[in-house]
């Protein structure tokens, strides 16, 4: 396949960029993919950066429309009270200031992460042991939840008895440590 | 001293032990981004707080150790040579990105330069560990434990719903990268993988070039990396890159065995032409001296060359780089002065191989 840019050199850079559910791919070259500033030059990393600061831009716009020219009202203008970054200069930069720009910024998220990483907007996977707190336990109750749904159906009265004993003592340690807290 | 130590070797201990596939799997690497809960990402906090992240590796963690990784030195980049940099950028122990923040970052590497705690990059801590082969899930298993160690004494960014907070929101989650380098040349030559990238990249997964001195994929070594933090567990993440790795380890095995079927002879005529050319050239680009070098790897795999050992390739891949050119010459090298050195360094290195 050759570069749509330069119709010279083939074209090893392959992007496929979604915005709004719409698909269009690129097939270009390093070299154009360079000068387009899809890619950087030292830098192994990837045009995945400047797409995403496209996605951001997108969404500013897309929470606008309807008022092409009227400035963004103080309230559009959200800002993190930690760090003091916009949600402008976030869109702007594609990165965030602190932890808290993740509360601040939340309403907007999802759309976000959502085309990012593949539809998914919640984490599923490590907690850290201290800054985690009861999500361990959290996550053990949604388990056996689901386990006991799934031995009533399958009419498992009496692993599901076990299993509803083991909710009640998680239950009971939650709330001691909830009145530890 | 240690930062001698890390600039005199052109492959890190760890590398000359064998790992499974190593055949084709060059290494398997896992990053974790982490961030201080209470500190503004390095993006935008001020001098004063970056400096007090790196105090504080240099008061917690300077001459610890983990597990079997013995000392850690802390390596700070307002400290070093551009040249240096560049060495350690080329090893691999380092980021470019954390030398361009040079003044408040650093990086903390274990003796054997298997793992590197980059601080100060664009989170405050990058975790970053290597094993030989294809041996992710191991890599994982400890880069977990690293991570625990570090977190006993560090109130990490993480958030219920959004897991690890990270100044990206591509790696918002796990923060992990996993990633995989392969030696592909069958798959390559035969164009395949570029009919099997866009089936690769819907799994959530990434195939890259390794990119060289000059702007183009050289030496057929491609990196299989994950794109996707949020939504997946660790192991998920590591288990899917890891069926992916296989087929294309079954693939290229299987496309060698097509090519030697039906073209034995160009490719026995390719390799021994490549061989000739790194024994005997005068002057050599990096470009078509990692595309010998790979004709060479080739050439050990298959058997037609037996009495090259596979780590002298892993270590000139390195070694012939700009910056451990110039490290080795002991001055700054222009880029024809590197080809010349490039060729007489091959040259010594393959010889010294053949008398022993």
């Known amino acids: 396949m050759e570069c749509q840019r330069c119709h010279n050199r083939p074209a090893t850079v392959h992007l496929t960029q979604l915005l709004n559910g719409e698909k269009t791919e690129i097939h270009v070259c390093e070299q154009c993919a360079k000068e387009k500033g899809y890619m950087h030059d030292h830098e192994e990393n990837f045009i995945l950066n400047d797409l995403l600061t496209g996605l951001f831009n997108f969404e500013t716009k897309h929470s606008l429309k309807g008022h092409p020219h009227s400035a963004p009202s103080p309230k559009e203008q959200l800002k993190c009270p930690n760090c003091g970054l916009t949600f402008q200069e976030f869109a702007k930069a594609g990165k965030f200031g602190c932890a808290e720009c993740y509360k601040t910024f939340d309403d907007k998220l999802n759309p976000i992460l959502r085309r990012v990483h593949s539809g998914n907007t919640r984490h599923d996977g490590k907690i850290p042991r201290r800054e985690g707190g009861n999500l361990h336990l959290k996550r053990q109750m949604d388990e056996y939840k689901s386990d006991l749904q799934r031995l009533i159906e399958q009419e498992e009265f009496e692993e599901a008895a076990k299993v509803r004993d083991e909710i009640r003592s998680l239950d009971s340690q939650l709330h001691q440590r909830g009145e530890e807290d | ?356």
């Open chain 2, 1 to 356: 001293m240690s930062l001698q130590q890390f600039m005199n070797e052109a492959i890190s201990p760890w590398m000359k032990e064998d790992g499974p596939d190593s055949d084709i799997v060059l290494s398997s690497r896992i990053r974790l981004a982490r961030n201080f809960s209470n500190t503004p990402f390095p993006t935008i906090s001020s001098e004063e707080q970056l400096e007090k992240v790196l105090t504080f590796f240099n008061n917690e963690f300077q001459d610890q150790s983990f597990r079997d990784y013995k000392q850690f030195e802390v390596v700070k980049m307002n400290e070093l040579q551009p040249i240096e940099k560049r060495v350690l950028v080329e090893k691999h122990l380092i980021s470019p990105h954390l030398t361009e923040n040079s003044a408040h970052s650093a990086s903390l590497i274990s003796q054997n330069e298997q793992v590197s705690i980059m601080i100060n990059e664009e989170d405050h801590i990058r975790i970053q560990l290597y094993f030989p082969g294809f041996q992710l899930d191991r890599a994982l298993e400890q880069a977990s434990q690293l991570d625990d160690w570090l977190e006993e004494k560090i109130d990490y960014a993480f958030d219920e719903k959004r897991g690890y907070l990270t100044a990206c929101p591509t790696n918002v989650g796990t923060g992990m990268r996993a990633s995989v380098m392969m030696h592909l040349p069958a798959l390559a030559m035969t164009q395949q993988i570029n009919r099997m990238t866009p089936a690769i990249n819907q799994l959530g997964l990434v195939v890259r070039g390794i990119y060289g001195e000059g702007s183009e994929a050289v030496g057929n070594i491609f990196q299989i990396s994950n794109q996707i933090t949020l939504g997946k567990s660790e192991e998920d993440i590591v288990e899917d890159l890891h069926s992916v790795v296989k087929q294309l380890i079954d693939q290229e095995r299987r496309a060698r065995q097509a090519l030697l079927h039906r073209s034995g002879i160009q490719i026995e005529d390719r390799i021994f032409r490549s061989y000739g050319v790194l024994k005997h050239s005068r002057i050599i680009e990096s470009k078509e001296a990692a595309k010998c070098l790979s004709d060479l790897r080739l050439g050990i795999d298959l058997g037609f060359i037996d009495h090259v050992p596979q780590t002298i390739l892993n270590e000139l891949m390195v070694l012939t780089q700009p910056g451990f050119l110039q490290q080795y010459a002991k001055e700054t090298l222009s880029p024809s002065e590197r080809d010349v050195r490039r060729a007489s360094l091959i040259r010594e290195r393959l010889q010294l191989e053949n008398k022993e």
